[in-house]
């Protein structure tokens, strides 16, 4: 099976490219550092020219109101060259609860981006992931001022991207969903919770302060971004993954 994989070069998409290769795929990873630019269009035709699958794992430079237009435009590009190319799956990686939090901008975007797939011309597959283990270091960084980091208690599901890229593989090399897949980590930790956690595991001196109205997370209300009944859940475990 031939599998163009758009974003291949990152962190999930690169992982992706070798779970197919491993798996006897020919699956080839495109970016802007291959030439192709979803947005412009540039060397997209040419990406996903004979694929079988199209795997789009490209993200949003930024996280603000600009992501819709990145993600409108970027979706329009790939499912009219993939309908041209004959591609029978395309797939992408969302977010759970994406469509539970209308208070952050690239949420939704990201529902933006599942609702172009649906209505669109080819056979889809949407896997929608918890927050990345490797993230975390990101989330203590945005709300870190001096020796104090500051995060709400919002409930979180981490995920490893290892994980991640293993069944996201195995969603493209299968038929296609027509709906969507729901992963998530094995347990659960308020974010404040897991921050100590990473920090006392690596040594960190910084300390976290509980605070409800800090960072992004301060816009998810609940278990909104809890993995749903019925997801499949991933083995990695947190604790594993810092050890």
């Known amino acids: 099976m031939n599998v163009a994989v758009i974003g291949g070069t990152g962190l999930i998409g690169s992982r992706v490219v070798a779970n197919l290769n491993a798996a006897g795929h020919q699956a080839v990873p495109h970016s802007l550092s291959t030439g192709v630019d979803v947005v412009t269009g540039r060397g997209v035709e040419a990406a996903v020219a004979g694929a079988d699958v199209v795997v789009n794992l490209t993200n949003s430079p930024t996280f603000d109101a600009a992501s819709l237009g990145f ?16 591609a029978g799956h395309f797939v992408i990686l969302s977010i759970v609860g994406a469509d539970r939090v209308p208070g952050l901008d690239y949420y939704r975007a990201k529902v933006l981006q599942e609702d172009i797939l649906k209505a ?20 203590l960084a945005m709300t870190t001022e001096g020796d104090t980091v500051r995060l709400p208690r919002t409930p979180i599901q981490p995920i490893a991207a290892a994980d991640v890229s293993r069944i996201v593989a ?40 509980t605070d409800d109205t800090a960072g992004m ?8 971004i809890i993995a749903p009944d019925g997801a499949r859940i991933a083995p990695t475990r947190y604790p594993d993954r810092l050890s």
């Open 71 to 86: 993600f409108r435009t970027s979706m329009r590009n790939l499912l009219t060259a993939s309908e041209r190319a004959g």
């Open 120 to 139: 669109g011309p080819v056979p889809y597959s949407i896997v929608r992931a918890t927050q990345f283990m490797e993230f975390m270091d990101a989330i």
């Open 170 to 209: 195995e969603v493209a090399a299968g038929r296609p969903l027509n709906g969507t897949l729901d992963i998530a980590g094995p347990d659960v930790y308020p974010l404040d919770e897991l921050g100590r956690l990473t920090l006392a595991a690596r040594g960190d001196r910084r300390s976290v302060v």
């Open 217 to 224: 997370f301060a816009a998810v209300h609940g278990d909104a």
